[in-house]
T-cell receptor
Framework: DTAVSQTPKYLVTQMGNDKSIKCEQN?????MYWYKQDSKKFLKIMFS???????INETVPNRFSPKSPDKAHLNLHINSLELGDSAVYFC?????????????FGPGTRLTVT | RKEVEQDPGPFNVPEGATVAFNCTYS??????FFWYRQDCRKEPKLLMS???SGNEDGRFTAQLNRASQYISLLIRDSKLSDSATYLC?????????????FGKGTSLLVTP
């Protein structure tokens, strides 16, 4: 049973394209996150949603737009992809957005922009 | 100054050795501290939380020094399977909610 799943696992695309990454969790958590891990392995939070509402929006280009249709899903849409967007994107979930609980990460989506 | 700093390593140790990792954080308002483990090309997974009084989980011991803003992880009797990157993680509560700040990680390689 996959707790946090992401699709696709690999994504290779050209500059200027628009792409989406999907995330689903079956843990019943109320908070979901998107993180970016760059080539230097630095993991940085991008967005956090609690009960479908945006609660954290770090300094991220507005080409990145998260969408949460329900508590179990948090998708990430990226417009006009740039070379610098190449990274591994991790989705995560936890129970409780304002008090810490363990975060469970998805397997990651490796995005390569050419 | 980076929010969470770690020595990237790599630390190469033989099986059975004891190894320690250190981490410093910059935000004195941080309230929760953790060590995550990330295997190559995999997602991070929680290894252990770090409590003020220090805590132990089997071969792993975590310590917190709030005055020095310093966290440590000690691994005793290293196993080959301990080879991974260890991420120091610190939370900061803000008006916009809860955020986790990850260090860049310390790479450990345990050799036969």
């Amino acid at each position: 049973d996959t707790a946090v799943s992401q699709t696709p696992k690999y994504l290779v695309t050209q500059m200027g394209n628009d792409k989406s990454i999907k995330c689903e969790q079956n843990l019943g958590h109320d908070t979901m996150y998107w993180y970016k891990q760059d080539s230097k392995k630095f993991l940085k939070i991008m967005f956090s949603y609690n009960n479908k509402e945006l609660i954290i929006n770090e300094t991220v280009p507005n080409r990145f737009s998260p969408k949460s249709p329900d508590k179990a899903h948090l998708n990430l849409h990226i417009n006009s992809l740039e070379l610098g967007d190449s990274a591994v994107y991790f989705c995560a979930s936890s129970q409780g957005g304002l008090v810490y609980h363990e975060q469970y990460f998805g397997p990651g989506t490796r995005l390569t922009v050419t | 100054r980076k929010e969470v700093e770690q020595d990237p390593g790599p630390f190469n140790v033989p099986e059975g050795a004891t190894v320690a990792f250190n981490c410093t954080y910059s935000n004195s308002a941080s309230q929760s501290f953790f060590w995550y483990r990330q295997d190559c090309r995999k997602e991070p997974k929680l290894l252990m939380s770090v409590y003020s009084s220090g805590n132990e989980d089997g071969r792993f011991t975590a310590q917190l020094n709030r005055a020095s803003q310093y966290i440590s992880l000690l691994i005793r009797d290293s196993k080959l399977s301990d080879s991974a990157t260890y991420l120091c993680v610190v939370n900061v509560n803000s008006n916009s909610g809860y955020a986790l700040n990850f260090g860049k990680g310390t790479s450990l390689l345990v050799t036969p």
